[in-house]
């Protein structure tokens, strides 16, 4: 899996707005216009969001393994 793909959402720290970011561009400290308010958005990840998305791929991961587990047990 190709987690550089993943969809994470970066919060503008001007005005609030949830951009979708690639987990990529975050890990390569690119800059994303504000679909907001059109302002430019540093991604540092000083909110160490590849370090939080990575937990939160896994988690999500692994609940979807535990869903698939429960509906296999439920279809037999
Ligand atoms: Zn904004």
Redesign the pocket.
Known sequence: MDIDRFEVEID?P??G?ANPVWLGQARLRDVVI?R??K?NIQLDDSMNTVRKARQSIRRSMRESREAIGRLNRRSR
Request: glycine share 38%; hydrophobic share 10%; aromatic share 12%.
């Open positions: 503008c001007g005005c707005f504000c907001g308010c302002g």
